[in-house]
């Protein structure tokens, strides 16, 4: 499997406090991306990235920003979390760039008390 | 602007029985298309995708798809289910060439298998 991991698996947090989502990867990809997931939508891109300190937003970024310090880490930050943010969170790579395909983490659930 | 939609959330098939998840696309470049599947608890895994090589794509686990531009469909169909074959499936388009662009997913499609 690429080396791609996600931490925390889960985390419970109340509502207005700020949560960050890490996502490392081993594989020296390029191209990093942020995804929630809900039901009856699917997966939603919140933000993505084409390199370090290079990023962009998605449909959904309201909310959330990310950084990139290094090419192996892609962080997502809820500024202040609600409760329209619980969700499931996948962080995706990719060598090349949407074309080539995805390669997932195992996701993050986080819950919004 | 790219989209794909699923036609069903939810589709239960005999074991042994044909697998059929539709998929429609609009794209208004030669579209990138894929399948991914997932299993609960886990993330998405990329089962097929289309990228203009062949109309008729075979990927893991005895799963087809067959893209006809005519219909804008990217089809996923099996012959036979399995009962590992439970899961949620993901069709998705590129929005783009190039580097900078993503994946736009479906809804999703929930397959059950019944013995």
């Known amino acids: 499997d690429a080396g791609i991991t996600q931490s925390p698996r889960h985390k419970v947090t109340e509502t207005g406090t700020p949560v960050t989502l890490r996502c490392h990867q081993t594989?020296?990809?390029?191209?990093m991306y942020w995804y929630r997931q809900d039901p009856g939508h699917g997966l939603r891109l919140i933000h993505y990235?084409?390199?370090?300190?290079?990023?962009d937003k998605g449909e959904v970024s309201d909310g959330y920003s990310v950084s990139r310090s290094k090419t192996e880490d892609f962080l997502l930050t809820l500024e202040s979390a609600t409760s329209s943010q619980t969700s499931v969170y996948f962080c995706?790579?990719?060598?090349?760039?949407?074309?080539?395909?995805?390669?997932f983490g195992s996701g993050t659930r986080l819950t919004v008390v | 602007a790219q989209s794909v939609t699923q036609l069903g959330s939810h589709v239960s098939v005999s074991e042994g029985a044909l697998v059929l998840l539709r998929c429609n696309y609009s794209s208004s470049v030669p579209p990138y298309l894929f399948w991914y599947v997932q299993y609960p608890n886990q993330g998405l895994q990329l089962l097929l995708k289309?990228?203009?090589?062949?109309?008729l794509v075979k990927g893991i686990n005895g799963f087809e798809a067959e893209f006809k531009k005519s219909e804008t469909s990217f089809h996923l169909t099996k012959p036979s289910a399995h009962m590992s074959d439970a899961a949620e499936y993901f069709c998705?388009?590129?929005?783009?060439?190039?580097?900078?662009?993503?994946?736009?997913f479906g809804a999703g499609t929930r397959l059950a298998v019944h013995p």
């Open positions: 289309y990228t203009s090589a062949a109309t």
């Open positions: 995706a790579i990719s060598e090349g760039g949407a074309n080539y395909g995805y390669t």
């Open positions: 990235s084409y390199g370090v300190k290079d990023t």
């Open positions: 594989e020296n990809h390029r191209y």
């Open positions: 998705a388009v590129s929005d783009g060439a190039g580097g900078y662009n993503k994946l736009i």
